[in-house]
């Protein structure tokens, strides 16, 4: 078993940044891609970005260009620092950790952009 905790969520002004950080425990052995979701208020869950073990990155366009994401290979902590934050990324932010095909789930940590 792997056991995810979110840490950072908060309330920030629009333009503002926020560092997200996600902590592995328990098995995080052979963890390979770890990556960030979202769930807004009313709408489906969906992908923020993800890094491989071999820091390849991936980016939802919404956050591209404004969202940088790593990890700590040692210690398997992975962070998701957002800038030029905007009202709509407003939403639950949930880190995942893959390990043997199997996807494991924080409980997430809320972000909300408003003035």
């Known amino acids: 078993q792997v056991q995810l905790v979110e840490s950072g969520g908060g309330l920030v002004q629009p333009g503002g940044s926020l560092t997200l950080s996600c902590a592995a425990s328990g098995n995080i052995a052979a963890i390979d891609t770890m990556g960030w979701y979202r769930q807004a208020p009313g709408k489906e869950r969906e992908l923020v970005a993800t890094?491989?073990?071999?820091?390849?990155?991936t980016y939802a366009d919404s956050v591209k260009g404004r969202s940088t994401i790593t990890r700590d290979h040692a210690s398997k902590v992975a962070n998701l620092q957002m800038n030029s934050l905007k009202p709509e990324d407003t939403a639950v932010y949930y880190c995942?950790?893959?390990?043997?095909?199997?996807?494991?789930w924080g409980r997430g940590t809320q972000v909300s952009v408003s003035a």
């Open positions: 890094i491989t073990s071999d820091d390849t990155t």
């Open positions: 995942t950790a893959r390990r043997f095909g199997r996807i494991y």
